[in-house]
């Protein structure tokens, strides 16, 4: 600060200092002077103000520092990365389960063929407690499949009878599997999860079905459809049964499979094991030890159904209870027929076959009684169908046509039967057949049927049987068997009797004295015996020494004299002699009774 009195102005004396915008001078006079006058020398500290104003200027005007580039960018970096994150973040939907088993908010992922399209944020129950609510964020690539047909579904370790799925979660946890909708669908944020895995895929070729059925066994979701025994599909539901018993089954065949289904296809169950007792035995069938444990259905397609076209989608089929009545059933082109039986039907119900000459060529379709109005009687109708095929007549014919056909047949003799299918279970059947000299009949219209005419069973073996037994029970057996006892009380009284007692101790009398006789002829005949050895011995030596004579003879004589010729039939005759005596011997040797008795006669001795 300037001393008092001085008059200089300080260096903060506003008077002194530059107006605010002024140019700096440059060589002009202090003060504002005008030029040509003569320069004024400032003061010291007048020259160190002057100099030090630039320097505050050129303070404030200072160059930006590149220090300031590297939060910036870091700002723009988080910035553009922000950006790319909630661009690619997809909408958030929710998702009801039952329960949230397995499920972790912010770690279970959303998969589509095991590649992640999601994350679970949060879970909380619903406002009546009764599922849970899980919201999950779904990336912007799935946005479009978000649709109304979409479903979701915990993946879990399961275990079935038909199948086992879902063991890699016991390491690597549970997830929710993602089945696209179509694009073209209604879109949709809210979905209610499926609390099983659904039998086929969105993506997956084939055909819906739906099979018609009055019980289901042991068929169960996840059953498998077989086709000449290869799994080809599965069942996916079933409908809950309706007022009627029917219950609808959904399922699905796999292309290229699915190109057999033809609108005369037919299904039948093969759940467990069939055990078949018909005319050619006892036959015991199994499709798979699969089909066993879980159940399943068989289908095929008849030789004349092969031809017609595909069956669509959502089709419907009836469902039989096994391959026999889906043989048995009948098709849109079956003939129709009706036949009234007298007696009794017992045996015959609906799918019993009909045969002509032993070959099945229909079934019966219905059978009840029914009251006849005009005979004041009851009756039995029986409703056939036969199949065109089966008898090589073209199908589609009028019913005209099939009339007078029919009456041309039964003409010539054709009539029904009823006959024994199976003895052991007495399953009837009907016959169609020719008869010789029948009485004649007429073929009539009742409705869309034509009657047939009937005749009682020719080989109806039950009946026989029951006339068999009918004949037994008007046997008298009772009556035969009180004659039976009275003829066995005669003869136990007759053997009881004093003269049979008689007899018989006379009989033994006589045998006793048979046998003293006896051994008194063998005393008698023992002293015989025993000299018979020693007479053939002294033959024997006849013999010997009429040989040796002989000899001599021969030697004498020559030997083809008489006298050697009557030599040699002597010596035979003694040697006859001899052999005799010793055969005898023998013979009373075995048999010293027949000394008494003589020889008994042999064979036809007399």
């Known amino acids: 600060m300037s001393e008092p009195g001085s008059g200089a102005p300080t260096p903060h004396d506003p008077a002194r200092a530059p107006a605010p915008g002024a140019p700096p001078s440059t060589g002009g006079t202090a003060g504002g002077a005008a030029p040509g006058s ?5 003061a010291p500290h007048d020259r160190t103000l002057h100099d030090e104003a630039p320097e505050a200027v050129r303070a404030h005007h200072r160059r930006f520092s590149m220090i300031w580039l590297i939060p910036i960018a870091a700002v723009l970096v988080a910035g553009y990365l922000g950006y790319r994150t909630l661009s690619a973040r997809g909408p958030l939907i929710t998702v009801t389960f039952r329960n949230a088993e397995g499920l972790t908010a912010g770690q279970t992922p959303v998969r589509y063929k095991a590649v992640q399209v999601g994350t679970v944020e949060t879970i909380a129950l619903t406002d009546d407690l009764q599922r849970v609510r899980v919201r999950m964020r779904m990336a912007r690539e799935v946005v479009d499949r978000l649709t109304a ?18 063991l890699e979660t016991i390491v690597s946890g549970s997830y929710i599997e993602f089945d696209p909708g179509a694009p073209e669908a209604e879109a949709r944020r809210e979905f209610t999860g499926l609390e099983d895995p659904p039998g086929v895929r969105a993506d997956q070729p084939g055909r819906l079905i739906r099979l018609q059925a009055h019980r289901i066994g042991s068929l169960d979701r996840g059953s498998p459809v077989f086709f000449r025994d290869i799994a080809v599909g599965e069942i996916l539901s079933y409908d809950r049964p309706g007022l009627d018993g029917n219950i609808t089954l959904h399922a699905f065949v796999r292309d290229p499979y699915a190109q057999y289904l033809r609108a005369g296809s037919r299904f039948w169950n093969v ?8 005319a050619q035995g006892i036959r015991l069938e199994l499709e798979s030890l699969r089909a066993l444990l879980a159940g399943g259905v068989a289908f095929d397609t008849p030789p004349e159904a092969r031809g017609t076209p595909e069956a669509k989608d959502d ?31 017992r045996g015959l119900a609906a799918g019993s076959p009909v045969e002509m000459r032993g070959i099945r060529i229909g079934s019966v379709t219905d059978v009840h009684l029914e009251y006849d109005r005009e005979t004041h009687a009851f009756r039995t109708p029986v409703h056939l169908a036969v199949e065109p095929g089966n008898i090589s007549y073209p199908a589609g014919r009028e019913q005209y046509e099939v009339l ?3 009456r041309r047949m039964v003409a010539r003799g054709l009539r029904a039967q009823l006959a024994t299918g199976n003895i052991l279970i007495g399953q009837k059947i009907v016959t169609l057949d020719f008869q010789e000299n029948p009485p004649p009949a007429e073929v009539r219209m009742e409705g869309d049927e ?5 005749m009682p069973g020719g080989d109806d073996i039950m009946a026989t049987v029951s006339a068999i037994a009918g004949r037994l029970q008007r046997f008298p057996i009772d009556e035969i068997g009180r004659n039976l006892n009275g003829a066995l009380a005669s003869v136990n009284g007759l053997v009881g009797g004093p003269e049979v007692r008689n007899a018989v101790g006379a009989l033994s009398a006589a ?6 006789l006896v051994r008194e002829a063998d005393r008698g005949l023992a002293p015989l015996l025993r000299r018979l050895p020693g007479i053939a011995g002294n033959l024997d030596q006849a013999v010997a020494r009429a040989n040796s004579a002989i000899g001599s003879v021969e030697r004498g004589y020559g030997g083809d004299s008489d006298v050697q010729r009557q030599l040699q039939r002597t010596l035979g005759q003694v040697s006859d002699a001899a052999r005799a005596v010793r055969i005898l011997a023998d013979f009373l040797d075995r048999h010293p009774e027949a000394l008494i008795r003589g020889r008994a006669l042999q064979g036809g001795e007399r």
């Open 271 to 278: 759940s467990g094991v069939s055990l078949d007792i018909g």
């Open 511 to 516: 045998l006793a004295q048979v046998q003293q």
């Open 315 to 345: 089709a419907e089929f009836p469902l039989y209870p096994d391959i026999a009545a889906a043989a048995a059933a009948t098709s849109r082109d079956r003939l129709s027929f009706l036949v009234y039986f007298d007696g009794s039907v």
């Open 38 to 42: 003569a320069p004024h020398d400032p």
């Open 404 to 406: 007078e056909l029919t």
């Open 149 to 166: 047909p979409a479903r979701f579904w915990v993946v879990r370790p399961r275990l079935s009878a038909s199948s086992v799925s879902g």
């Open 450 to 454: 034509i009657v047939l005419p009937a």
